[in-house]
């Protein structure tokens, strides 16, 4: 019985570890564990108070906050407000 628990145990962590590095290479640029949500372009308000069109590598969300971190396609990264970002695709 006990060798049956130590082994769905480890089942369950080996399928836990897979799905997030298959999650890595397969749902798109965010971040973290989400469904597919594939963006390259963010629109974020600049110091003019006008939306600015920036090229995208990898966005991530935050649960419990309404901030959004981007990371530009040049590395730079911008963390802001959800109200001061439009995430978009882009051919």
Do not use: C, P
């Not at 570890?17 to 308000?45: P, R």
Request: aromatic residues 14%.
């Amino acid at each position: 019985m006990d060798k049956l628990i130590v082994a769905l145990v480890s089942l369950f962590v080996l399928a836990i570890v897979t799905f997030g590095i298959f999650n890595k290479y397969v749902f798109g640029n965010k971040q973290f564990i989400d469904l597919k949500q594939n963006f390259n372009v963010a629109y974020v308000m600049g110091d003019n108070n006008k939306f600015e069109k920036v090229r995208i590598k990898s966005w991530n969300d935050y649960e419990n906050s309404d901030s959004v971190q981007l990371i530009l396609e040049d590395g730079t990264a911008i963390y802001t407000h959800l109200m001061n970002v439009k995430l978009t695709k882009e051919k």
